[in-house]
């Protein structure tokens, strides 16, 4: 039943109806503690990020990396975001903090490249 809301969460974020995806993300997050949780997590950060709300969104990629560590591939993407967010907000150290942090601790996933390269910025 999560991966269903899931699912139609994510329908509903690749047609933009990001209070609709972010609200069917938040009962997969209630119905499963596994990778869906995760997954359920990061894409209510992306809903908000995709609203123009950072400070929200890192709170909720701040959750993946606290609570989901496990599933590495989500907290490395989250870490990552986490990075962007403090951009939006004009915190370059903290930026860097975390794009470091990515490489650090997921340096052997996709998000390592991406990560590095904020870093010569």
């Known amino acids: ?5 899931f699912s139609l ?3 509903l974020y690749d047609l933009k109806r990001h209070d609709q995806a972010r ?4 009962k997969a997050l209630a119905l499963t503690d596994t990778e869906t949780a995760a997954k359920s997590q990061f894409y209510v950060g992306e809903t908000l990020l ?4 950072p400070r929200e969104a890192l709170k909720a990629y701040l959750r993946v990396v606290a609570l989901w560590s496990a599933y590495k591939e989500w907290a490395a993407a989250a870490q990552f975001e986490i990075g962007k967010c403090y951009q939006n907000l004009d915190k370059a150290n903290d930026a860097r903090e975390a794009f470091q942090a990515v490489i650090d601790k997921y340096g052997d996933t996709k998000w390592a490249a991406p990560a590095r390269e904020q870093l010569k910025q």
């Open 1 to 5: 039943m999560a991966e269903v809301q």
């Open 9 to 11: 969460g994510k329908a």
């Open 23 to 26: 609200a069917r993300f938040q």
């Open 50 to 53: 995709a609203e123009g709300n």
